[in-house]
């Protein structure tokens, strides 16, 4: 199993910026798509983004697509997420997650600790 643990949210103005990072372990990453969601507690788990293996292939959710760049390190066995351009809507807690396919709630699997960014004036 994969451990995942995402680190690096916070407040942060809006029109800001924030990078998260998830960090890996007992597993490598390098044949696996990996990706980011959020949730919140009125809006339940969103689809943020995707990153295919060789990290030449990277999928947005529209509400991110423009604003937000998904990056991954197989060397280090790390996944990015450089969030700029913030807005409130954006507040949440944010999980890295292996991706399984779809762009949807439930493309991802053995996430684990999430952080949590928010966005405010």
């Known amino acids: 199993q994969m451990l995942l643990s995402a680190s690096g949210g916070g407040l942060v103005q809006i029109g800001g910026s924030v990078r998260l990072s998830c960090a890996a372990s007992?597993?490598?990453?390098?044949?696996?798509?990996m990706g980011w969601f959020r949730q919140t507690p009125g809006k339940g788990r969103d689809f943020v983004a995707t990153i295919n293996w060789s990290g030449d292939g990277t999928y947005y959710s529209d509400s991110v697509k423009g604003r937000f760049t998904i990056s991954r390190d197989n060397a280090k066995n790390m996944v990015y997420l450089q969030m700029d351009s913030l807005k409130p809507e954006d507040t949440a807690v944010y999980y890295c997650g292996l991706w399984i396919g779809g762009f949807g709630s439930n493309s991802f699997k053995d996430w684990g600790q999430g952080t949590q960014v928010t966005v405010s004036s």
């Open positions: 007992g597993r490598s990453i390098s044949n696996y798509g």
